[in-house]
């Protein structure tokens, strides 16, 4: 996935060797001009560049020239702990924060139970509490943390800089989310962002992709649980749509009487919620077991079935703790049922990553912040 857009040339090769680097952690000055168009002075000066920022270092390392001829090479080290960011998730009552590397991997993590929404202004100290335990993690690493990335469970429209809510009762309340961030951001000094949760997710799951050969160009998660939503991926960019709304899935619906009301939630929420769905199914009984995984694969087949034929996505990943019930079940029926409304054949997979919104946030923020330290 492209992360940033160059603002000139200078910028363009520090990336273009950013990305041989992710890829090649450990390369002399000479074979990282073999693997671009650039001049070897071009290089060596984005070599010297990015050693005195923290991104390389040389390892005392040399190697022979090509074929044994010429002089020796020194060999610099890709420092993936040099930058990090802080993912947070806010699902439910748990928090669950990441310090996340610059490969993606996650080397510090804290889950927190608490009843605090992420709205609330108590959530405040909670959110401080966070960040400084992850300052000292990186502290002791070396590492500079560019910013936090929050992903919440909450449908954000960036017209009106307001996020949707499931506060009390099935009701939903929209609250201007600029204030939030400007008074988080003043406790703790570091770049914020916020993005919806499944968004996050999909972000943390086309990065694993990118580095298999199946890497698609196109790619939707649906995650259905404690909430129904969708994150599309377009020509290997996040598809948020006019009000960033893009995906909201909890009102997708297939029932011509169906009138939503202030207390109710959307069509298909109600249908794939797993509070209904413990609700309405004995999971303790093989058969109502049975049933409950065949009523959620229908009405995730439909779901499919109308995205893809109106987008022509081939690669959709299932996932939420709906699915989790019985994810093997689902994903085949699931399958089986989109053939039977469609004749087509996509590849539907279940994730069983954890913690994907979090390192999701962690990667959107890197990815923002990122243009700063190679823009410098």
């Known amino acids: 996935m492209k992360s940033f857009l160059p603002n000139n040339i200078k910028d363009e090769n520090r990336k273009i060797i950013f990305d041989i680097l992710l890829q090649y952690p450990e390369l002399a000055k000479v074979e990282i001009t073999?693997?671009?168009?650039?001049?070897?002075?071009t290089v060596s000066k984005i070599v010297g560049f990015f050693e005195q920022i923290g991104l390389l270092t040389a390892t005392g390392e040399s190697r022979e020239g090509s074929g044994g001829l010429g002089r020796k090479r020194t060999v610099y080290r890709f420092n993936a702990n040099s930058y990090v960011t802080i993912g947070i998730q806010t699902i439910g009552k748990r928090t669950t924060a990441l310090l996340v590397n610059l490969y993606g991997q996650i080397i510090d993590q804290q889950a927190i139970d608490t009843p605090i929404p992420f709205y609330s202004g108590q959530f405040e100290s909670v959110f401080e509490d966070i960040v400084a335990r992850m300052r000292g993690k990186a502290e002791k690493l070396g590492s500079v943390i560019l910013g936090v990335g929050i992903g919440v469970d909450g449908a954000i429209n960036i017209r009106k800089r307001t996020i949707r809510i499931m506060t009390h009762d099935n009701l939903e309340e929209d609250y201007a989310y600029e204030p939030l961030l400007a008074r988080l951001k003043e406790r703790v000094q570091l770049p914020i962002l916020l993005e919806n949760d499944v968004n996050a997710s999909i972000i943390a799951e086309f990065r694993g992709?990118?580095?298999?050969?199946?890497?698609?160009?196109?790619?939707?998660?649906?995650?259905?649980?404690?909430?129904?939503?969708a994150g599309i991926i377009l020509n290997k960019e996040l598809h948020r749509g006019y009000n960033a709304s893009a995906g909201e899935l909890e009102y997708m619906c297939f029932d011509p009487e169906y009138r939503k009301k202030k207390?109710?939630?959307?069509?298909?929420?109600?249908?794939?919620?797993?509070?209904?769905?413990l609700r309405t199914y004995d999971l303790t009984n093989e058969r109502e077991r049975e049933a409950c995984a065949d009523y959620v694969s229908r009405h995730l087949a439909l779901v499919i079935a109308n995205m893809i034929s109106i987008l022509d996505i081939d690669r959709i990943i299932i996932s939420g703790k709906t699915v989790a019930l019985f994810p093997e079940l689902v994903q085949s029926r699931t399958a089986a049922y989109v053939q039977q409304y469609t004749e087509w054949t996509p590849t539907i997979t279940v994730s069983d990553a954890a913690h994907q919104t979090a390192v999701g946030a962690a990667s959107l923020i890197l990815q923002q912040e990122m243009i700063q330290v190679l823009s410098t």
Do not use: C, R, Y
């Open 34 to 41: 073999e693997k671009t168009a650039m001049s070897f002075v």
């Open 209 to 229: 992709l990118e580095s298999t050969e199946e890497a698609p160009n196109d790619l939707i998660l649906i995650s259905a649980g404690e909430g129904v939503g």
């Open 263 to 277: 207390s109710s939630v959307g069509w298909l929420e109600s249908k794939l919620g797993l509070e209904t769905l």
